[in-house]
Nanobody, 126 residues
Framework: QVQLVESGGGLVQAGGSLRLSCAAS????????MGWFRQAPGKDREFVSA???????YYADSVRGRFTTSRDNAKNTMYLQMNSLKPEDTADYYC????????????????????WGQGTQVTVSS
């Protein structure tokens, strides 16, 4: 089992940047496929990005080219670097984890993840 804690959210002007962190408990972080999701007010939670155990990544079309996901297994932490932020990026951001035997697989669906953080709020002003 793993516990996830997000941090780094806040208020930023359009065009600005933020870096979110997702800290995981335990000593087996490297065995988890990870993902970022977000939920805007009044909307369903949506996929943002995923990173495999091998470090491969995949992004939603809406953030590709602006957001970068990475992981540091030595620090049990995943990151989401968000650049060129837009007001439509305003949402609660959640990290998720799934214990994964396959080294390179990416998980894109909310239903595929077993563990979730509590979320961190990102507000982008225009």
């Amino acid at each position: 089992q793993v516990q996830l804690v997000e941090s780094g959210g806040g208020l930023v002007q359009a065009g600005g940047s933020l870096r979110l962190s997702c800290a995981a408990s335990g000593r087996t972080f490297s065995r988890y496929a990870m993902g970022w999701f977000r939920q805007a007010p009044g909307k369903d939670r949506e996929f943002v990005s995923a990173i495999s155990r091998s470090g491969g990544t995949y992004y939603a079309d809406s953030v590709r080219g602006r957001f970068t996901t990475s992981r540091d297994n030595a620090k049990n932490t995943m990151y989401l670097q968000m650049n060129s932020l837009k007001p439509e990026d305003t949402a609660d951001y959640y990290c998720a984890a799934r214990s994964e035997d396959v080294y390179y697989v990416l998980r894109l669906l909310e239903s595929e993840y077993d563990y979730w953080g509590q979320g961190t709020q990102v507000t982008v002003s225009s």
